[in-house]
T-cell receptor, first 114, second 111 residues
Framework: NAGVTQTPKFQVLKTGQSMTLQCAQDMNHNSMYWYRQDPGMGLRLIYYSASEGTTDKGEVPNGYNVSRLNKREFSLRLESAAPSQTSVYFC?????????????FGSGTRLTVV | EDQVTQSPEALRLQEGESSSLNCSYTVSGLRGLFWYRQDPGKGPEFLFTLYSAGEEKEKERLKATLTKKESFLHITAPKPEDSATYLCAVQAWQAGTALIFGKGTTLSVSS
């Protein structure tokens, strides 16, 4: 039982390059999320998907796009990477509002944009 | 605006020295308050959810409490393995399932 799997674990991009961060969960959760974590800033919500077929903006959506491919997979795309997007990205999932068992987080993708 | 403030930013304790971490929140309609533990290089791990003022939950050496304005994470007789960053988050009724996180408290316990 893998939980939430993120790929890749590490990535270095040049400014202007594009890439997609992949996330998959095997817990049959309805809701999925993308957060970024920066020193001194805490975890900030980029986008979330309350259910298959829906996506909503979070606190810091600019520069990102998402796709809820199916119930298991939720990807995050950087169309033209900028140094300000250097961060650790976490994907998470929850059943409904996540109140009983909380969110389950992946192990993160460490992205550096040079 | 919904907001979460954690204090202190960092806390150093000796093994066995009990203490508390604070999480102050401002939210229009609290659906739940969450505590997570995060180890270096890993994703956050769920600890507790609290729903209403007066509620308490315990897990081993940790006890979380909730009032109308803040939550405390009490650590009793900590051990070095309790060293981690502890994150507090709130979920508001009008925000669906999304969580708003505080910046965390980094706890170091030395033997």
């Amino acid at each position: 039982n893998a939980g939430v799997t993120q790929t890749p674990k590490f990535q270095v991009l040049k400014t202007g390059q594009s890439m997609t961060l992949q996330c998959a969960q095997d817990m049959n959760h309805n809701s999925m999320y993308w957060y970024r974590q920066d020193p001194g800033m805490g975890l900030r919500l980029i986008y979330y998907s309350a259910s298959e077929g829906t996506t909503d903006k979070g606190e810091v959506p600019n520069g990102y796009n998402v796709s809820r491919l199916n119930k298991r997979e939720f990807s995050l795309r950087l169309e033209s990477a900028a140094p300000s997007q250097t961060s650790v990205y976490f994907c998470a999932s929850s059943e409904d509002n996540g109140s009983i068992y909380g969110y389950t987080f992946g192990s993160g993708t460490r992205l550096t944009v040079v | 605006e919904d907001q979460v403030t954690q204090s202190p930013e960092a806390l150093r304790l000796q093994e066995g020295e009990s203490s508390s971490l604070n999480c102050s929140y401002t939210v229009s309609g609290l659906r739940g308050l969450f505590w997570y533990r995060q180890d270096p290089g890993k994703g956050p791990e769920f600890l507790f959810t609290l729903y209403s003022a007066g509620e308490e939950k315990e897990k081993e050496r940790l006890k979380a409490t909730l009032t109308k304005k803040e939550s405390f994470l009490h650590i009793t007789a900590p051990k070095p393995e309790d060293s981690a960053t502890y994150l507090c988050a709130v979920q508001a009724w009008q925000a669906g399932t999304a969580l708003i996180f505080g910046k965390g408290t980094t706890l170091s316990v030395s033997s």
